[in-house]
DNA sequence: GGAATAGTGTCTGTAAGACACTATATG
DNA sequence: CATATAGTGTCTTACAGACACTATTCC
């Protein structure tokens, strides 16, 4: 019978200073021990309700990391991306706030390295063709879908909103439209009375995702 | 070690009489065998080049029909989805047009079973499932993309794609953003001369896809 | 009141849809 | 020339972006 290695593998994204960033560890075996990838790991057919049970089992595990946002990317599959045989890996795509990443960054034993979606080095395997796909995913999704929430954390700034889909998409958007589509959606509400920033100017409304939109995307008909 | 069961399942879609209808045929094999099913089959790591070279390769051996459009839609898991045991599929979805299904139709030892996507009975496995994911997919890109001229065999006319488009998203289009959005992705190249369509009436000048765009597909900017 | 950013009202330009007209085939 | 469908010109409507104005905070 045919041995297939069947894993996962998960590019966990954040937004960085303005730029996307791609969660890599040291892997902790063979192959490419030491050397920085994705995290991932075999299925567990005994412990694992499907694909995603392993996903979010492996971020848990490998970067602390429980409940962000997680979507199948795709599965890649042949003889030659893993020098151990023919192998297949479900990928699967997170988007946490930097907040998140950055609380667990230091307690975990596996240190989290956190590197420019832009400036990738060599990876193993073909992890960089996966964290490409991704990141188109992750761009294309954000010009028609409330996604880039997820970067945001859990409270934020309309301001400070439409600037993560700026860094994304890469340019600068209308303020007015922007705001119009937001409401459109229709997936943010005001967190009351709390406001956000300081310094010498009026500070900003905060909001945050409605409950019920915290699971499910919000679609734009047109795009921003 | 675990064993798991790695497989790959076909969503063979195709247009008929304007009702989106998918491919069943007769399973061969226990479990459920003689029950109508997705065409599918096992990876064999020895001879198939990665999941999409085994997709191809089910498509030919049990549905006779080679390069259509075929595309991952996403990889379902699970104890319990298979009676076998722990289980993953790795489903693509291709797009024929109805001539290319009823020439192999009636050649094949297997006989191909069409049935209306909206009125699909109970099916083994979770392919009802699939088959719904599928629809959505092609129903959402059809919105934006040139996804359903794959639908339409090789030559066609505008009026008749217009049809296809409308069959799919369900309602009806307007003639002249209809043309413009067609001409924006600009996948369509005039068939020299050749008209379509007989009758007391004007004809129908008579397009294809462009040999550059065969394999990818066009996007719009705003959709139709 | 000045400075700085948040938030909104309104005008303008562009793109989509409605409609009507012309074009070209058959009988 | 009547009829039926293909294909286009143009007007109207709706929406996205530009711009300017008001609002609210700290100093």
């Given at each position: 019978m045919n041995q297939i290695i069947c894993t996962v593998d998960l590019v966990l994204l954040t937004l960085k200073e303005g730029a996307l960033q791609v969660a890599l560890l040291k892997r902790d075996?063979?192959?490419?021990?030491?050397v920085l990838a994705l995290p991932g790991g075999f299925i567990h057919a005994e412990e694992d309700a499907d694909a995603r049970g392993a996903a979010l089992r492996v971020l848990k595990e490998?970067?602390?990391?429980?409940?962000?946002?997680l979507e199948q990317l795709a599965t890649f599959s042949g003889?030659?991306?893993?020098?151990?045989?023919w192998s297949l890996s479900i990928v699967y795509y997170a988007l946490v706030s930097i907040d998140i990443v950055e609380q667990v960054g230091h307690s975990g034993r596996d240190q989290i390295r956190l590197v420019d979606v832009d400036k990738l080095m060599q990876l193993p395997f073909d992890h960089q063709a996966i964290i490409g796909m991704a990141v188109d995913r992750l761009r294309n999704k954000s010009q028609y879908s409330s996604l880039p929430c997820y970067l945001a954390g859990e409270n934020f700034t309309l301001p400070q909103l439409q600037r993560v889909y700026e860094a994304l998409m890469g340019g600068e958007l209308n303020k007015v439209s922007f705001r119009r589509k937001m409401s459109e959606m229709g997936m943010l509400e005001e967190v009351d009375g709390r406001f956000g920033l300081a310094g010498a100017h009026r500070p900003a409304q905060l909001y945050r995702l409605r409950p019920e939109h915290r699971e499910h995307l919000s679609l734009l008909e047109r795009g921003l």
């Open positions: 075996k063979e192959p490419f021990k030491d490998k970067a602390h990391i429980t409940a962000p946002y003889p030659a991306r893993d020098p151990r045989g």
